[in-house]
T-cell receptor, first 116, second 114 residues
Framework: AQSVAQPEDQVNVAEGNPLTVKCTYS??????LFWYVQYPNRGLQFLLK??????LVKGSYGFEAEFNKSQTSFHLKKPSALVSDSALYFC??????????????FGTGTQLKVEL | DVKVTQSSRYLVKRTGEKVFLECVQD?????MFWYRQDPGLGLRLIYF???????EKGDIPEGYSVSREKKERFSLILESTSTNQTSMYLC?????????????FGPGTRLTVL
């Protein structure tokens, strides 16, 4: 079984400060990891993914995420937050061992609030 | 750009009514998905399909059925709605079978069952 946890319901950060949104996962094989963002009244948008290779993955809008196998984590980061980054962020995982298409398991989401 | 469209943004139904939610994607994707999104629970997979006429149950299929007669179209059917089906419903599509590719989401349908 695959699962993902986002331990923080909400993260508050001042504009210009670095931000981190946490994600940990559990899978049987190698994980495929994704981050999505949801702006108010919109569907989810893909930010970045880790499949294999470099542990540091760069994505859209200046976001990056670090895959840490020993800590089973895939935290989302940005060096300097913008007010426009305020949104709901979802981490998702797929177990590389399972078949049946790319069925993802999503976390419960973390609301990011960036204030002036 | 991939476009995933959903037939309605908002729907209000009464308990016991039948509801069809339709999703169309324009990028020839093999895989299509239906999720529901509830506060504090994230996204939960209802059904998915990896080919025309193929379907597989997700994590919460009870009370739902699906239909995929054409590659670009994936319908979610609520045969007899109940109040606990009030939720945001999101459709998504993706290409390939290896699980490497990201899913593209529609704008969602907010269903309220009274």
């Amino acid at each position: 079984a695959q699962s993902v946890a986002q331990p923080e319901d909400q993260v508050n950060v001042a504009e210009g400060n670095p931000l981190t949104v946490k994600c940990t996962y559990s899978v049987s094989g190698n994980p495929y990891l994704f981050w999505y963002v949801q702006y108010p009244n919109r569907g989810l948008q893909f930010l970045l993914k880790y499949i294999t290779g470099d542990n540091l993955v760069k994505g859209s809008y200046g976001f990056e995420a670090e895959f840490n196998k020993s800590q089973t984590s895939f935290h989302l980061k940005k060096p300097s937050a913008l007010v426009s980054d305020s949104a709901l962020y979802f981490c998702a995982v797929r177990d590389g061992l399972t078949g049946g298409g790319n069925k993802l398991t999503f976390g419960t989401g973390t609301q990011l609030k960036v204030e002036l | 750009d991939v476009k995933v469209t959903q037939s309605s943004r908002y729907l209000v139904k009464r308990t016991g009514e039948k509801v069809f939610l339709e999703c169309v994607q324009d990028m020839d994707h093999e895989n299509m998905f239906w999720y529901r999104q509830d506060p504090g629970l994230g996204l939960r997979l209802i059904y998915f399909s990896y080919d025309v006429k193929m379907k597989e149950k997700g994590d919460i299929p009870e009370g739902y059925s699906v239909s995929r007669e054409k590659k670009e179209r994936f319908s979610l059917i609520l045969e007899s709605t109940s109040t606990n089906q009030t939720s945001m419903y999101l459709c998504a599509s993706s290409s390939g079978q290896g699980g490497y590719n990201e899913q593209f989401f529609g704008p969602g349908t907010r269903l309220t069952v009274l």
